[in-house]
T-cell receptor
Framework: GENVEQHPSTLSVQEGDSAVIKCTYS??????FPWYKQELGKRPQLIID?????GEKKDQRIAVTLNKTAKHFSLHITETQPEDSAVYFC???????????FGAGTRLTVKP | GAVVSQHPSWVICKSGTSVKIECRSL??????MFWYRQFPKQSLMLMAT?????????EQGVEKDKFLINHASLTLSTLTVTSAHPEDSSFYIC?????????????FGPGTRLTVL
C-alpha cells in the first residue's frame, strides 16, 4: 500500500520568513496530493491540493510542487504569519477509491 | 467547501459499553465516507472506507467486529465502537467525498473525542 513520509516533524520560523514542508510517497499510481492544516482539537482543513497532471499550484501565499519522477511533493508558505502556526499534513491517494494516506505531520510554529 | 458534521463531538463511557458516532454530509451526497482515528500528536490513521449501500473495507489491523461501520444513505455513515476499552480512547474523524462541481475532494467532520473509563 501507499506509504507517505513527511519532513520535518517540527518547524519553527520567524514571522515573514518562508516555510517548506516535504513529503515523499511510494505508490506511483497515486494521483492526488492534498495538504491539510489542523489546529489543536479541530478538524483538518484542506488548504491546497494538486493532481498528478500538474507540476505546481499556487494560491496566494501557499504553493505546492510535485515531482512525479522522484515521487515527492512540497508545501511552500511565504510571508508566514503567527496564524499559520498549526500541524500540517500531506496526503497521497488514488482518486478512485480515494483512500488517503497521511504523512506524520509537521508542527509549524511562526514566532512573532 | 462542503459541510460534514459529526455527532457527538465528545463522549465519555464506561469500559464494556458501546458507542455510536454519526457522520453526516449536510450539503452534498457522499458516495464514499472514510473513518480515521487520531491519537494525541499523531497523524490520521485510516480505519475503513465505506461506500453507500455496501460493506465497509477495513484497513489491516482494524477489527471489523469491534468497529462496526454502516453507510445506509448518501448522507449518513455511523461508526459503532463495541465493548469499548480504555485503549479505544482516541479522536475519531470521518471524512466524506462526493463528486460535487467536478471535484473529488474529501471533507472532514469536526471529530469525536472518545474517552473510555
Amino acid at each position: 500500500g501507499e506509504n507517505v513520509e513527511q519532513h520535518p516533524s517540527t518547524l519553527s520560523v520567524q514571522e515573514g520568513d518562508s516555510a517548506v514542508i516535504k513529503c515523499t510517497y511510494s505508490d506511483s499510481a497515486s494521483n492526488y496530493f492534498p495538504w491539510y492544516k489542523q489546529e489543536l482539537g479541530k478538524r483538518p482543513q484542506l488548504i491546497i491540493d494538486i493532481r498528478s497532471n500538474v507540476g505546481e499550484k499556487k494560491d496566494q501565499r501557499i504553493a505546492v510542487t510535485l515531482n512525479k519522477t522522484a515521487k515527492h511533493f512540497s508545501l511552500h508558505i511565504t510571508e508566514t504569519q503567527p496564524e499559520d502556526s498549526a500541524v500540517y499534513f500531506c496526503a497521497a491517494s488514488i482518486l478512485r477509491p480515494g483512500d488517503m494516506r497521511f504523512g506524520a505531520g509537521t508542527r509549524l510554529t511562526v514566532k512573532p | 467547501g462542503a459541510v460534514v458534521s459529526q455527532h457527538p463531538s465528545w463522549v465519555i463511557c464506561k469500559s464494556g459499553t458501546s458507542v455510536k458516532i454519526e457522520c453526516r454530509s449536510l450539503d452534498f451526497q457522499a458516495t464514499t465516507m472514510f473513518w480515521y482515528r487520531q491519537f494525541p500528536k499523531q497523524s490520521l490513521m485510516l480505519m475503513a472506507t465505506s461506500n453507500e449501500g455496501s460493506k465497509a473495507t477495513y484497513e489491516q489491523g482494524v477489527e471489523k467486529d469491534k468497529f462496526l461501520i454502516n453507510h445506509a444513505s448518501l448522507t449518513l455513515s455511523t461508526l459503532t465502537v463495541t465493548s469499548a476499552h480504555p485503549e479505544d480512547s482516541s479522536f475519531y474523524i470521518c471524512s466524506a467525498r462526493g463528486a460535487r462541481f467536478g471535484t473529488d475532494t474529501q471533507y472532514f467532520g469536526p471529530g469525536t473525542r472518545l474517552t473510555v473509563l
